[in-house]
C-alpha cells in the first residue's frame, strides 16, 4: 500500500486530454512537499518529467503539466500520443514514519 | 551529460548480502549540490526508494530496510555502493541509481542509472 494513491490505470485517444492524480494527506503533499513526476516506458528506467508540482526539466515537451492543490496533485498530458504510453509515478516527501522519500504506486496510461 | 551504471551479481542466494555498485561519469559525486540514492523496483510493481548518500558519508536510509542496509561512497572511484544483508526472495527487484536533490525536506532524483535486475534464489 503506497502512501501516495495513484489509480491504477487511465486511457484515451490519440489527440485527447488525460489526467492522472496522486492522493497524499497532511504528512506529505498536505504538508506543503512537492510533488514530482517520472515516466516510465517499457522496459526503460524511470524519466524525470516534472518537478516541483509544476516545471518541466528541459527537453521534456509542454503537453505534459503538473499541478498541486491541497492533499493532491495532478499530471496532465495533453495532445496524447503513441509514444506516451507508459506508467507515471508521483514522489514527494512524507515527515511521518514512512521514509521521508514516498513514490506512488504508479498508473499504467494506455493511449486507444 | 551525467550518467549513472549499475553493476552487481545478478543472483544472490537467500540468507545472503546483496552488493551492487553505481558509478557515475560526466560529472563529480564529490559536487555539494547532491546526494546520491538507490531506488528498487519489484517485477510488475511500483518504485520504492532505499536509501541515500551524500559525498561526505552521510546517509539516510528508508526505515523499513534500515537494519539490513549500508550505503557508501568511494569518491576517489566516483562511485557509490549498497549493501542489503538477509536476502529474501522479496528482495528481487530491479535496482536503480539515481542523482538525488535534496532542497530542505523536498527531494527529487533528476538523473537515473538503466538498472539492474537483482535475482533472489537458491
Known amino acids: 500500500q503506497s502512501v501516495l494513491t495513484q489509480p491504477p490505470s487511465v486511457s484515451g485517444a490519440p489527440g485527447q486530454r488525460v489526467t492522472i492524480s496522486c492522493t497524499g494527506s497532511?504528512?506529505?503533499?498536505?504538508?506543503?512537499?512537492?510533488v514530482h513526476w517520472y515516466q516510465q516506458l517499457p522496459g526503460t528506467a524511470p524519466r524525470f518529467l516534472i518537478y516541483?508540482?509544476?516545471n518541466r526539466p528541459s527537453g521534456v515537451p509542454d503537453r505534459f503539466s503538473g499541478s498541486k492543490s491541497g492533499t493532491s496533485a495532478t499530471l496532465a498530458i495533453t495532445g496524447l500520443q503513441a509514444e506516451d504510453e507508459a506508467d507515471y509515478y508521483c514522489?514527494?516527501?512524507?515527515?511521518?514514519?514512512?521514509?521521508?522519500?514516498?513514490f506512488g504506486g504508479g498508473t499504467k496510461l494506455t493511449v486507444l | 551529460q551525467m550518467q549513472l551504471q549499475e553493476s552487481g551479481p545478478g543472483l544472490v542466494k537467500p540468507s545472503e548480502t546483496l552488493s551492487l555498485t553505481c558509478t557515475v561519469s560526466?560529472?563529480?559525486?564529490?559536487?555539494?549540490?547532491?546526494?546520491w540514492g538507490w531506488i528498487r523496483q519489484p517485477p510488475g510493481k511500483g518504485l520504492e526508494w532505499i536509501g541515500s548518500i551524500y559525498y561526505s558519508g552521510i546517509t539516510y536510509y528508508n526505515p523499513s530496510l534500515k537494519s539490513r542496509l549500508t550505503i557508501s561512497v568511494d569518491t576517489s572511484k566516483n562511485q557509490f555502493s549498497l549493501k542489503l544483508s538477509s536476502v529474501t526472495a522479496a528482495d528481487t527487484a530491479v535496482y536503480y541509481c539515481?542523482?538525488?536533490?535534496?532542497?530542505?525536506?523536498?527531494?527529487?532524483?533528476?538523473?537515473w542509472g538503466q538498472g539492474t535486475l537483482l535475482t533472489v534464489s537458491s
Open positions: 497532511s504528512s506529505n503533499i498536505g504538508a506543503g512537499y512537492d
Open positions: 514522489q514527494s516527501y512524507d515527515s511521518s514514519l514512512s521514509g521521508y522519500v514516498v
Open positions: 516541483g508540482n509544476t
Open positions: 539515481a542523482r538525488h536533490v535534496r532542497y530542505g525536506d523536498n527531494s527529487r532524483f533528476d538523473s
Open positions: 560526466g560529472g563529480s559525486i564529490s559536487r555539494s549540490s547532491y546526494y
